[in-house]
């Protein structure tokens, strides 16, 4: 039986055309056909447009990516500790991955150095740079915490990040940069790409963590360097590592000059292969320390509250110009600062001085219109290009962290204080004082507070509080161990009561710097090892450069022997006396050098060795 459509085609005048659909329509089998031909029509054209948005929106994801929000779950970002390493395999991570690859082509502290740091950035391209860092991560909100020097402050036991605690310090990220306030408002600091680099980096490092031995540790000043250099040393002489050691014997790395590679032993003669640790002092330039050390070098520094900073500044280096004829830190800071002249050798150290070792422009005054906007360009460029920033108040905790970044173990980052200056010459600041360094040293204050808060994230996210606390307890334990073993007295005495010459710290401005004096009754192993746990940085690094360089160490023996005949004995005096001599020599050297380029602007290519000479070589 026919249906009514068939009977109602069948009854329509005929044409060529439709007498063929007719045909076909009015056919069981003709019609089964032409199904069949539109479906797979159907799956075809269907095909074909998923196929084209799946393509536009990858190609969408490249272009855009620096400009995208991050908008990463949270349990992403701070995995706890058991899915750690599981929950950065994420899509969203992968897309972090490229934001960062994308930052990292451009480093905003080299557009910063170009200008040779003396000058004014380049603000439009650093400020682009800090605004893909923002886009980053604003969603991510940082609890601010109180920052109290010498007080470990961890969240409370089920605190989650991100709940502000009244009152507390916190630091506010705006479109024009970091303002400091106390209050109880959350804050929305970005999360700085370093640590998103660290989580990045140690997805891979987890399942296989190899003890890291690249390293570059950007030595500040006073903020207990010193000891984490003779952590350093005493890991690589262990290991038989290399060095980058300063040309010519120098303790110092061109300071305070910019950083130039070939200021670093062997590097001109080529006669070092691979360079594994560069962790002398420093005016830190990333494009010129890349020069010399492998690409997969671990970058770390430490920072100091800088009320406390300033205080140990002032008296230590008492003899610069800036603080030569003030009486006290008041006065400098009342007065003085009205006469201060950054462009006079040495004031550096009396003004943001962190700043400055990181590269920076330190002059910087409390009023000024771009302070914001220079240390948000400070800290993001201290983000890009370091791993890890530690915080010398929490220094047994940064030296667990340090353990965990660098796949090390406990024994590792033991130490004792190095370079502490006796009671007598500490002076504790007034109230009002701190305040008036702080605002001295804005910019300082600013870099300090932003990296303060993203420790303490690290803790959380990289080794945990309650493991923080276990490792810290347990370090301590090895300290007070290796104190009982090594030590005679079992601290620290001063300069004075050091019977070995060799370990006795240099002294200089009005400080008085403590040192050790070894337990005698230990066996010659252990002496050995207690020995280069209370080496002082100048003769650590003298007996490192003898060891990586003895012809050349050599050759400099000989040469200062010969400018110092007086001072040629066998002991270790002696050898003290040659590190004076050849300081000596440099001083005058220098002082040629700053005489010649008097009212010239200083030029890393123009200078060939630095001022450490004025530093550090007043010797008691
Ligand atoms: N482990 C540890 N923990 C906390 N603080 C420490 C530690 N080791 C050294 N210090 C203090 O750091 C100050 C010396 O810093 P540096 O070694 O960086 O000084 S230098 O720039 O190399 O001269 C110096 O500070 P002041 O004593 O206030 O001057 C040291 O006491």
Redesign the pocket.
Known sequence: MLSPPRRWIREQPLSSVTSCIRRGLCSRRHSLWILLVLLVVCIAIQTFVARQARTSSRSDKLTELPHLRFTVNKQHLFPTRQNHWEGLHSESSLAVKQNVRVLQTERPSDLHHQNGGYGKPSHDVLLRHVDKIRNLATASQIEARRVSPGKMLLLKHGNKPGLGHPGSLSLHSTRKGLTVGTDKRLINTPIPTSFLKAHINSIHSKATCHPKSHIVFL???????????NILYRYGESRNLTFALPLNKHSQLFYPFFFASHFVEGVSSRSVKEFHIMCN?MRFRKSEVAKVMPEDTFYFS?L?HPV??M???F??YKSIPAFHKTHSLDDFLDNSWRNYNSSVTNNHYAHNILAFDFGFDNNVAADAEDLEERASIAIAAIEQDFHLILI??Y??ESMILLKHALCWSLENVV???????SER??HPLLPNTAEKIKKWNALDWRIYLHFNTTFWYKVDSLVGQEQMRKEVSQLRELQVKLANTCLKDGGAVDPSQIKDAGLKPFQ?GA?V?QGYNLNPHIDRETKAKCERLITP?LQYTDRMYTQQFPELAAKHRQATRMVHPQRQRSDRTGMMGMVWARESHHRQFIRHKFSNLKNQKASTSVLLTHTEGNN?TNMS
């Open positions: 030595k500040t000043h006073k903020t207990a360097s010193s000891t984490i250099l002092h430490i100091r406390a900073m205080e140990s500044i008296i230590y010398s108040e220094f047994d130490s004792f204080k190095l370079n502490s200056r010459t500490r200089y400080a710097i940085e550090k």
